[in-house]
């Protein structure tokens, strides 16, 4: 997968996730909701559909009123400390026209979008562990740091025009530099790795408490993150949203029970619904979250999760 494939699958225009995959995300899951007062329960034919872009997965500690029994031998998930990783590289003096990076991932290969502000004028910058794809078949050799490098130039007619320039920066390290219109030249390739510095830039989104094991699967434009367990309907997806719902127990699919818990001081609402939790809460900075989990894990563990999930406001 190249920069570009890269972004059309996490990037800031990407599609939204297929049913097939947003069913997968889903664990198997418990019968019973415990005997807890709900605020209601609302008929299956009444939902609509609100799900986050990917599958989530929550786990499990001191019930808050829902209990869930669970089915089949599974072990109980023990939550640890996670990580999220980091960019680790910094565009210093980064051009007045590029606004700050939005990072998306898959692993091996980490990307960040610099957006023109007010024109097309876009910078991309990814770095993974293999050559990356090439995006023409053809390339001029240049030097950056000492280092060989190509550049690629995109055939598109009538298009903008687009360049592309891989290296291996350090060894296993290989880094791509794409410009489009203004910066789709040589020179202004060059002056921008010239100012690429190993200093390490932590991703917005990050969720500081996970099942053991699980590892980050993907994050998508600074707003989806998810983690996967062992296996691929083993997975816990948070998302930012620009607001609450005021009526999720309509919007979730599947919902069954509602009940009001408390994230980090401040009210929120957790969902049993038919095969998953659903969190929505508030963090601190005023960021609006949704956690999506399946029903192995219990609320306390929802809940000690949602408590962990932190938005770095965005900087100018």
Same mark, same amino acid.
């Given at each position: 997968?190249? !920069? ?5 699958? &996490? ?47 929550? %786990? ?6 829902? #209990?869930?029994?669970?089915? /089949? ?49 876009? %910078? ?24 060989? #490098? ?29 410009? &489009?219109?203004?910066?789709? @030249? ?12 190993? !200093? ?12 053991? /094991?699980?590892? %980050? ?12 367990? /062992?296996?691929? @309907? ?6 930012? %949203?620009?607001?609450? @719902?005021? @009526? ?8 069954? !029970? !509602? ?58």
């Amino acid at each position: 997968m190249n !920069e570009i494939n890269l972004l059309r699958t &996490h990037g800031p225009d990407a599609p939204e996730a297929s049913t097939e995959t947003l069913r997968l995300a889903k664990d198997r899951l418990a019968r019973e909701f415990a005997a807890a007062p709900v605020r209601r329960t609302v008929p299956p034919l009444r939902r609509r559909t609100l799900l986050v872009a990917a599958g989530a997965t929550v %786990v499990a500690g001191a019930g808050v009123g829902l #209990a869930v029994r669970p089915l /089949g031998p599974a072990e109980p998930l023990t939550l640890v400390a996670t990580t999220i990783p980091e960019f680790p590289l910094t565009l210093r003096s980064r051009p007045a026209t590029l606004s700050p990076p939005r990072y998306s991932y898959a692993p091996g290969q980490f990307l960040a979008v610099f957006l023109s502000r007010s024109t097309t004028d876009d %910078v991309y910058l990814l770095v993974g562990d293999s050559r990356p794809a090439p995006i023409a078949t053809t390339s001029r050799p240049v030097t950056v740091a000492g280092r060989p #490098a190509e550049i690629y130039e995109e055939s598109n007619p009538g298009g903008p025009r687009r360049l592309a320039m891989s290296w291996e920066r350090t060894p296993g390290q290989w880094v791509s530099l794409t410009g &489009h219109r203004r910066f789709a @030249d040589d020179a202004a390739l060059l002056r921008l790795a010239e100012h690429l510095v190993d !200093e390490p830039q932590q991703v917005p989104l990050r969720v500081r408490l996970a099942p053991r /094991g699980w590892r %980050v699967a993907m994050f998508k434009d600074d707003t989806i993150l998810t983690l996967q367990g /062992g296996s691929p @309907d083993e997975t816990l997806t948070v998302q930012v %949203v620009p607001r609450r @719902d005021p @009526d999720l127990l309509l919007n979730v699919t599947g919902a069954r !029970e !509602e009940r009001r818990v408390t994230v980090g001081g401040r009210e929120a609402r957790l969902i049993r619904a038919d095969d998953m939790w659903f969190l929505q809460a508030e963090v601190t900075g005023g960021a609006v979250v949704n956690l999506q989990a399946p029903l192995r894990l219990s609320a306390g563990q929802v809940i000690a999760i949602a408590e962990q999930i932190s938005v770095t406001p965005r900087r100018a």
